[in-house]
């Protein structure tokens, strides 16, 4: 479970580790993107016009899910 969800900087959630957490939220990078991003009708990602984070896709979901061995991906936002 992600507050937004994934970043097209991050395929493998092992890499969450390496992230350092305990700062500001930057305004852009992964840390951002898990915080800020957005599901939208599109396949893969695009970075908000105006903002923090991005959008993501079913096909970006499905690959993230696929590389990470997961069935699903909950966004808490």
């Known amino acids: ?16 580790e390496l992230i ?14 898990m915080l800020w991003s957005d599901p939208y009708e599109i396949e893969h990602f695009s970075y908000h016009g105006a903002g ?8 970006a979901v499905n690959k993230f899910n696929h590389i990470n061995g997961f069935d699903l991906i ?4």
Not at 20 to 33: A, K
Not at 52 to 59: E, F, Q
Not at 74 to 77: E, F, G, I, L, Q
Request: aromatic share 4%; net charge negative; charged share 20%.
């Open 52 to 59: 923090a984070g991005c959008y993501y896709g079913a096909h």
């Open 1 to 16: 479970c992600v507050h937004a969800g994934i970043s097209p900087e991050m395929s493998h959630i092992d890499k969450l």
């Open 74 to 77: 909950a966004r808490s936002h």
């Open 20 to 33: 350092d957490r305990n700062r500001e939220v930057p305004h852009e990078g992964v840390l951002c993107n």
